[in-house]
């Protein structure tokens, strides 16, 4: 099969490097020609191509920020004749299920979000088995043909990730309290720290295990992160509003010394033990 994948950062890069390795033959394209050149370098594609020239591949994969694909995707599927299969590989669906909805190659594309990365960006961050063990989620799947799903599946299973399906507003709302909030927790105690901590040494001293696990993702690229920010709006409003409350509460715990309702909150989130 002749994949295309259109974005070269670290989850269309890691997606061309595991395309190539499941044995297809690989086209990238990538908006920025320095990424597009250091995309060639390290041998993420077989052949850098324009992305008109990318959407005449059998599969081809939308792999760039949420907000342009919303207008990517669309002009995709204009070009689009059956035979085909469009993927993205996006954070948020709800924004993007909506912007096709009715297109006559709606069938044609398949919405999917692998529950995979790090906090790095650009080709130099691809990974190959960034996906492997993951799971995949594949989002309003009723609405894609069946052949277009079933090509998704396989190549998804390829990479060795687990699907799971879910409609695009359940995923949005879950993306929200399991993904997203991970980062702005993350961006904001960077906030705090380089705000209250002005010399770098200090911080590179003390800084001990707990705090670089948790500030790890606001190393995390602005231009990818912004856009899902303001995609899913509702539901990182809801999960910022919950979030804040328990902060109250641990606030007023410890100002009022409540040993045992501190203890107990700490308990309490020690549950997740139980999950993770």
């Known amino acids: 099969m002749r994949a ?16 190539r390795e499941a044995g297809h ?16 370098e390290l041998g993420l594609a077989d ?15 939308a792999a760039v920020p949420v907000d342009a694909a919303t207008v990517l995707v669309p002009e995709i599927l204009n070009r689009c004749s059956r035979g085909q299969t469009v993927m993205d590989l996006g954070s948020t669906k709800a924004a993007l299920v909506n912007a096709v909805k009715g ?30 063990g993951k799971f995949a989620v594949v989002c309003n799947r009723e609405e894609s043909d069946a052949d277009a799903l079933k090509t998704a599946e396989a190549v998804l299973a390829e ?9 695009a507003e359940v995923h949005d709302m879950h993306a929200a309290f399991v993904s997203h909030i991970s980062h702005i927790t993350s961006f904001a105690l960077a906030l705090t720290v380089l705000d209250k901590e002005k010399n770098d040494k200090d911080i590179f001293r003390l800084a001990a295990g707990g705090f670089t696990s948790t500030v790890r993702l606001a190393k995390s690229a602005p231009h990818t992160w912004v856009p899902i920010f303001k995609q899913n709006k509702k539901y990182l409003l809801d999960v910022l509003e919950a979030q804040t409350e328990k902060l109250r509460l641990l606030k007023e715990a410890i100002e009022s010394e409540d040993d045992t309702g501190l203890f107990n909150l700490i308990r309490e989130a020690n549950e997740i033990k139980r999950i993770l």
């Open 4 to 19: 295309a994948v259109i974005g070269l950062g670290l989850i269309g890069g890691s997606a061309a490097l595991a395309l």
């Open 25 to 40: 033959e690989v086209w990238g394209c990538d908006a920025s020609a320095k990424n597009a050149e250091k995309a060639r």
């Open 47 to 61: 052949r850098i191509v324009s992305t008109e020239a990318a959407t005449r591949a059998d599969l081809i994969i």
């Open 159 to 167: 990479w060795g990730m687990k699907t799971v399906y879910y409609g």
């Open 103 to 132: 297109h006559p190659h709606r069938g044609r594309f398949v919405a999917c979000h692998p529950m995979a990365g790090t906090e790095f960006s650009g080709p130099e961050a691809a990974l190959p088995d960034l996906f492997t």
